[in-house]
């Protein structure tokens, strides 16, 4: 199943501690998204990348969150000195390259879910 | 810029019951509409889509209609089973194709 790969599927971190999430997209696709969902609330967009560039980080704090896509291996969201509140559901999809308009959808991975003690 | 404001759940009903979730949304141009589905511990789902107006997106008995003048895209199911439980996303892509806005989500729980 070449479908969009995340792990882990779950991580323990102390406070302070750094937090490494990986994200393989679907074979071909060039477009990685990040999203983070937090318990009873919705998706929230954090930042968009294609192969070696940032697109897009306008949802990404300023501080201790940063993430690459680079042109070899999977799409990485690094977080620094995690505190209780980055807690949540961390999820990747990806889409194809676009030459023209993308009509098409983004495709999902299972999602990483991050618990900060 | 580009937003989808959709109805706020949580939202229950009774098998068979006739559903509705309300999805509106602002946007320049003519934006490509999705609805998601998010089952229990997993990701989300493409559950159909729209890409001009007047388009109707179908899929598992699902149905929204892309209305330009009424700026929606309204989910709609004759008859709910409990395996429609889940949280419902709708979603809207701009012009350039290559940014996706989501919305909160509606949870449904359908109770036999």
């Known amino acids: 199943n070449a479908g969009v790969m995340q792990n882990p599927r779950h991580l323990v971190r102390r406070r302070g501690q750094e937090a490494r999430l990986r994200c393989s997209p679907m074979?071909?696709?060039?477009?990685v998204y990040w999203y983070r969902q937090l318990p009873e609330e919705g998706l929230k967009f954090m930042v968009y990348?294609?192969?070696?560039?940032?697109?897009?980080e306008s949802g990404m704090p300023k501080e201790r969150f940063s993430a690459e896509f680079p042109k070899e291996g999977p799409s990485i969201l690094r977080i620094q000195q995690v505190v209780r509140g980055d807690s949540a559901a961390y999820f990747c999809?990806?889409?194809?390259?676009?030459?023209?308009?993308?009509?098409?959808?983004?495709?999902f991975g299972e999602g990483s879910r991050l618990t900060v003690l | 810029g580009d937003s989808v404001t959709q109805m706020e759940g949580p939202v229950t009903l009774s098998e068979e019951a006739f559903l509705t979730i309300n999805c509106t949304y602002t946007a320049t141009g003519y934006p490509s509409l999705f609805w998601y589905v998010q089952y229990p511990g997993e990701g989300l789902q493409l559950l159909l889509k729209a890409t001009k107006a007047d388009d109707k997106g179908s899929n598992k008995g699902f149905e929204a209609t892309y209305r330009k003048e009424t700026t929606s895209f309204h989910l709609e199911k004759g008859s709910v089973q409990v395996s429609d439980s889940a949280v419902y996303f709708c979603a809207l892509s701009g012009n350039t194709g290559n940014q996706f806005y989501f919305g909160t989500g509606t949870s449904l729980t359908v109770i036999p």
């Open positions: 074979k071909g696709h060039s477009h």
């Open positions: 990348l294609q192969k070696e560039n940032i697109i897009d």
């Open positions: 999809a990806s889409s194809p390259a676009t030459g023209t308009k993308n009509t098409g959808e983004l495709f």
